[in-house]
C-alpha cells in the first residue's frame, strides 16, 4: 500500500509545471506518506494544482484526505479550470517564467491584449519579444510539459481589437 502527494499534476509521463517551471526539483515535490513516518504530514502545493497517488491492497481497507484551498493571489503556473473566460497573471517583483494551460483542444480569441506595465508606463516595443524583456509565448501540443510544446507565435505588443489563434 502507498500514498505519494506530488506538487503539480502527472499525465503520460509529462509534468505539470514543467522541471524548468518549478523551484524545486522532481524527487523534493514528491512526498510519501508511507516512508515519512508520519500520517499527520501536511502537504501544501506551491501552484494550483496537486496530485494523489495511492494503492490499497486489502479489501476494505480506506484512508481519508482533507484539502482545503489556499488562496495564491499570484499564482505563476496555472491550469484553466474553464475552456472560456479573462484571464490576467500578475507576476509582482519576480523574475521568472510562469505557464497558463488550457488542457484541451482550443481556439483563441484575444479582445485586448496588455504586457509589461511598470508603474503605469507601458514598455516600448523592439524588434524580436525576447529583447523587449516581457512576452508571451503561445504553444500548442498534446501533453502538459511546457518544455515539450511547440511554439506557435510570441506575443510582445499590447494591443486592442480581435484576434484568432487555432491552437
Given amino acids: 500500500?502507498?500514498?505519494?502527494?506530488?506538487?503539480?499534476?502527472?499525465?503520460?509521463?509529462q509534468k505539470f509545471p514543467s522541471s524548468q517551471d518549478h523551484a524545486l526539483p522532481v524527487h523534493e515535490r514528491y512526498v510519501d506518506y508511507c516512508d515519512s513516518g508520519s500520517l499527520r504530514?501536511?502537504?501544501?502545493?506551491?501552484?494550483?494544482?496537486?496530485?494523489?497517488?495511492?494503492?490499497?491492497?486489502n479489501a476494505g481497507s480506506s484512508f481519508t484526505l482533507t484539502v482545503r484551498k489556499h488562496i495564491n493571489p499570484f499564482p505563476c503556473?496555472?491550469?484553466?479550470?474553464?475552456?472560456?473566460?479573462?484571464?490576467?497573471?500578475?507576476?509582482?517583483?519576480?523574475?521568472?517564467?510562469?505557464?497558463?494551460?488550457?488542457i484541451y483542444p482550443v481556439e483563441i480569441d484575444i479582445s485586448e491584449f496588455s504586457l509589461g506595465h511598470y508603474?503605469?508606463?507601458?514598455?516600448?516595443?523592439?524588434?524580436?519579444?525576447?529583447e523587449t524583456g516581457?512576452?508571451?509565448?503561445?504553444?500548442?501540443?498534446?501533453?502538459?510539459?511546457?518544455?515539450k510544446?511547440?511554439?506557435?507565435?510570441?506575443?510582445?505588443?499590447?494591443?486592442t481589437g480581435p484576434t484568432h489563434m487555432k491552437i
Fill in 1 to 13: 500500500d502507498f500514498i505519494k502527494v506530488f506538487d503539480g499534476w502527472v499525465m503520460k509521463g
Fill in 41 to 57: 504530514k501536511s502537504v501544501r502545493s506551491s501552484q494550483n494544482v496537486a496530485m494523489v497517488f495511492f494503492r490499497i491492497h
Fill in 77 to 102: 503556473n496555472v491550469i484553466s479550470q474553464s475552456p472560456e473566460g479573462s484571464y490576467t497573471m500578475v507576476i509582482p517583483q519576480q523574475h521568472r517564467n510562469c505557464s497558463f494551460s488550457i
Fill in 119 to 130: 508603474n503605469n508606463f507601458p514598455k516600448r516595443s523592439m524588434p524580436g519579444c525576447a
Fill in 134 to 147: 516581457d512576452f508571451v509565448q503561445l504553444l500548442g501540443g498534446n501533453g502538459i510539459d511546457t518544455s
Fill in 149 to 159: 510544446l511547440l511554439p506557435i507565435t510570441d506575443l510582445c505588443i499590447s494591443f
